[in-house]
């Protein structure tokens, strides 16, 4: 069973250059997590899961529109929360598209990060929740 160590959480605006603090957010958390490769994979995933909420879940809405993020650390799991205002998606629904399409995924400009948090990450759910947000959720077991 995980035991939680902290739950860490971070607003910050609808804008590409909020990565750079998401990012140093995340690296002063992990910095004492090892294997280092997967806490390399969860910063990855976020920073992919982070743009893709700017670029799509929130394209239409200004910088102003927070995205909140949440970062809980277990003995022996990364878990990464984002919550965004966009429509609903269904995750799972594209990421079968993307894996029985005739064209290389990687050759597209668009829906490869979905690839590689997907890739990344040991359990990846996109929530519809109450309040009419949708929440990223990405896990990560720390033991190879």
Same mark, same amino acid.
């Given at each position: 069973?995980? *035991?939680?160590k902290?739950?860490? !959480?971070? =607003?910050? +605006?609808?804008?590409?250059?909020?990565?750079? $603090?998401?990012? +140093? /957010? *995340?690296?002063?958390?992990?910095?004492?997590? %090892?294997? +280092?490769?997967?806490? /390399?994979?969860?910063?990855?995933?976020?920073? &992919?899961?982070?743009?893709?909420?700017? !670029?799509?879940?929130?394209?239409?809405?200004?910088?102003?529109?927070?995205?909140?993020?949440?970062?809980?650390? #277990?003995?022996?799991?990364? &878990?990464? =929360?984002? /919550?965004? #205002?966009?429509?609903?998606? @269904?995750?799972y629904?594209k990421?079968?598209?993307?894996?029985?399409?005739?064209?290389? $995924?990687?050759?597209?400009?668009? @829906? =490869?990060?979905?690839? #590689?948090?997907?890739?990344?990450?040991?359990?990846?759910?996109y929530?519809?929740?109450?309040?009419? =947000?949708?929440?990223?959720?990405? !896990? +990560?077991?720390? %033991?190879?």
């Open positions: 069973m995980s *035991f939680t902290q739950k860490y !959480r971070l =607003r910050v +605006k609808t804008e590409l250059e909020a990565l750079i $603090p998401v990012l +140093k /957010w *995340f690296e002063q958390l992990t910095e004492n997590y %090892s294997p +280092k490769e997967i806490v /390399w994979q969860c910063k990855l995933a976020l920073a &992919e899961g982070f743009t893709n909420t700017v !670029r799509y879940a929130h394209d239409h809405f200004p910088p102003e529109t927070p995205i909140d993020l949440e970062l809980t650390l #277990f003995s022996n799991i990364i &878990e990464i =929360r984002l /919550w965004n #205002f966009g429509e609903p998606f @269904d995750l629904k990421l079968a598209e993307l894996q029985n399409s005739s064209v290389d $995924p990687l050759e597209k400009e668009g @829906d =490869r990060g979905l690839l #590689f948090m997907n890739a990344l990450m040991d359990e990846l759910h929530i519809r929740q109450a309040d009419q =947000r949708n929440c990223l959720m990405m !896990r +990560k077991n720390l %033991s190879e």
